[in-house]
DNA sequence: GACTGTGAAGCCATTCACAGCT
DNA sequence: AGCTGTGAATGGCTTCACAGTC
């Protein structure tokens, strides 16, 4: 357990120079400076040393950051030094989606199972995945030693499939529902909200017209 | 166009109340506390008042806000008083999914049109509308006025398909794909990077094990 | 000379607390 | 009495600026 609070935001840098750091390994780059970083991801030098900061030393004076050395630091901070066992519940559109986005597996994250309430879609086929009934929830979870899990349901039944998951064990919640969920504190919760990010589009267009 | 900066966490936050105040007036609430829609949605009720205080006074001392009448307010503010003109760019998984996804027609964003590179694709029915050449990127936001371009491809063409959707008269850009883009100031530009969601998860996990 | 690591300053958002209405 | 609207206080993140190191 960490005794100093880290910034969210920090943590969704850290996210984006380690992606930005693997690119620059594929470029066959060895050393890269904070100000290289911050060019290449949007944000200040001052803000990229800031953000490595919380975790440690990890460039050289002088010299700057050893691209693999720190891509790795990166990779372990963010817990992605191994794999989270994943499930997904909803197999709507978005949810198909996300079984079938290769981002996820890329970066460390399985998907174990897709579930749905709807017999019309059960057991279609979703690239190596077969959609199963939510009634595996429980026994599934166990199963693979599921950590975290996607909620892609219409709202009225996210905080139905939120309690069931947390009953069976998970610790993690993504959840693309627009509905606010209660959880107890100790349960890692993030919301996406994909109107939401639209809207706010919308509010700045207005404002310019 | 406004005087004062609004901090995006408002908008964002404007934009939950705008959904909590639908689902009241649907079970037929007539007035609301700003504590009521603090506990709705989860924010403290001075957050909620903090938040319409910049766009104006809209409730009634010892009694609270109407319910219709704050919704409209906020649907005006969010530039949602209209409909917005949208096109896809990449007919993946991800693309289609955004393309069946019902939410963005409910709050007023009519996807026009959908591209693709990839002739396999092209054709293709998702829902009434059928994946188009990226070919006719500039003659179909020109004919249908298109003010927002959603991005679904993959990291490497980001960038480019940006530069052909501004060339063409977009003024606004959700991104979803894990790549910054590089725009004028006068875009307005979001970025929805699903991984990073996870990653911050993952990092949270990571924390209490 | 170049670049990191960091205390201090500055800035922005949230919370507090209360005056003002109904 | 109840609830909004808001100036003041707080807290937290970002930027500045420079000492320290190579």
Redesign the pocket.
Known sequence: MKAF?I????VMRLSIYSRYLHQLMDEGEDT??????ANGVG?????V?????YF??????????KVSELYLQLMKILGLDHRWNTIIVGAGKLGSALALYQGFSDRGFNICAILDINPAIIGNQLGNLEVQSLDQLSSLVGQHQIQIGVIAVPANHAQDVTEQLLQAGVKAILNFSPRVLKVTPDIVLRNVDLSVNLEILSFNLALNR
């Open positions: 609070k910034p969210e935001a920090t890269v400076s904070s100000g290289e970083i944000v200040s030098s001052a803000q040393r800031k953000d490595l900061a440690g030393e990890f460039g050289t004076r002088g010299v700057g950051y």
